[in-house]
């Protein structure tokens, strides 16, 4: 019977046993009133479908590990990807295998070089050190040409020389591309103190060419036939005519443009020789197109005197020229044996407030007259051109 009532019982009910065996009562509690969920029931190697029951609000919810000082969570289990190679690089910079320091050369001059070619090492000292970074400054190249124009109103005050001796300096430490440009209306002497070429040509006969010049098709060997190669100091002077009146070499303002023109596609650096006149249109179009200027002066006080009026002259001009002026150099050559050291100091002064630099020459018998050579000097005088070279590089 009892078997009966356990077939008969409805479905969704859960039958319970009561009492002893021999005495059982069968009863039975609805399913939804059962304090337990019915087992689940799947087959093997299918996802579970329990269904997840929320706990109850009133217990707690487990502590992390991190709370519990179990330490931080295994990374094993964490679901972040691990940083590529790539990205590990990117976070922290590899120190390069090469050396970035430029190392210093040895000491060559003095006793300090003395003992370096007895296989010490000893580095230059104070001295050695600044003429070094003065040709390091020369020996720049910049992008795109530099022009720098030499003045001074008043003749016989060093401009030429001045022209010569930067223009060697630059092309001896630089390398080629340094031209040396007579821009004088008034028997410019450029050409008489340098070497000359295989021929006698000038700007004037350089002029009518200018056009073929700038042209697709012209060559840099083609400037042969006009300027004359300095075989000692690697650089190029561009001669005037000086034999010729003064009227029959003046130029036009846009002659000026196109000879720089030609001279600034072939050359990195052209360094003019100027004439007297400050209202002369070569010599204002000469200005218009310089980087830089650079004041010659000998220690006499006109000529001083003539160097300082064009400077003043220069800042009321226009924005353009004062700013030349104010970044002006200043070169004053001894140019009298008799000079004093305090005759040179006294021009040296007075101009520390009208330019960013000034450089005094000493007296050289080898820049007096004839055909200059920067080898030809002394090494004392080689020394303050290199200096007075630095100071207008370090302007460019």
């Known amino acids: 019977m009892s078997g009966d009532t356990e077939a008969a019982k409805p479905a969704g009910e859960l ?4 009492g002893g065996d021999d ?22 190697g299918e996802a579970s479908s329990i269904p997840q029951y929320r706990r109850s609000s009133s217990l707690p919810e487990p502590a992390d590990a991190e709370t519990l000082g179990a330490g931080p969570a295994d990374s094993s289990v964490s679901d972040a990807m691990p940083p590529s190679r790539r990205e590990r690089r990117e976070a922290r910079e590899r120190q390069s295998f ?23 090492k000893v580095s230059p000292n104070a001295t050695e050190q600044s003429e070094r970074d003065d040709e390091t400054a020369v020996s720049r190249h910049w992008p795109g040409p530099r022009t720098i124009a030499v003045v001074n109103g008043k003749g016989g005050a060093g401009k030429t020389p001045t022209t010569i001796l930067l223009s060697a300096v630059f092309a ?12 004088n209306q008034t028997r410019g002497t450029l050409g008489w103190r340098t070497e000359a070429g295989a021929h006698d040509r000038t700007l004037l006969e350089m002029l009518p060419e200018t056009e073929r010049l700038l042209g697709t098709g012209a060559q840099s060997a083609d400037l042969a036939h006009f300027v004359h190669h300095q075989p000692r100091e690697k650089y190029d002077v561009l001669r005037s005519k000086p034999i010729r009146l003064a009227h029959e070499n003046r130029l036009h303002p ?31 179009r000469m200005i218009d197109q310089a980087d830089q200027i650079v004041v010659a002066t000998t220690t006499r006080d006109d000529h001083a005197e003539a160097g300082a009026l064009l400077l003043e002259a220069l800042e009321d001009r226009d924005e353009r020229s004062a700013r030349l002026a104010e970044q002006s150099i200043v070169v004053v050559s001894q140019a009298d044996p008799k000079a004093t050291a305090a005759d040179v100091d006294h ?20 820049m007096v007259d004839g055909h200059l050579h920067y080898g030809s000097l002394a090494k004392r005088t080689q020394r303050a051109w290199l200096s007075a070279a630095a100071a207008v590089a370090r302007g460019l």
Do not use: C
């Open 254 to 284: 846009q002659d000026v443009d196109a000879i720089h023109a030609v001279a600034a596609k072939f050359y990195r650096l052209i360094i003019i020789d100027s004439g007297n006149d400050e209202s002369d249109p070569m010599w204002l």
């Open 347 to 366: 021009i040296v002064n007075g101009y520390q407030e009208l330019a960013r630099e000034v450089v005094s020459i000493p007296f050289d018998h080898e």
């Open 172 to 183: 001896r430490y630089g390398g080629a591309g340094v031209l040396a440009w007579d821009n």
């Open 15 to 18: 039958p319970i046993r009561v």
């Open 23 to 44: 005495h059982a009562v069968i009863s039975s509690v609805p399913l939804a009133e059962s304090p337990l969920p019915p087992a689940p029931t799947q087959p093997r």
């Open 98 to 120: 090469l050396q970035t320091d430029r190392p210093e050369e040895p000491a060559r001059h003095g006793a300090r070089g003395a003992l370096n070619k007895l296989g010490f």
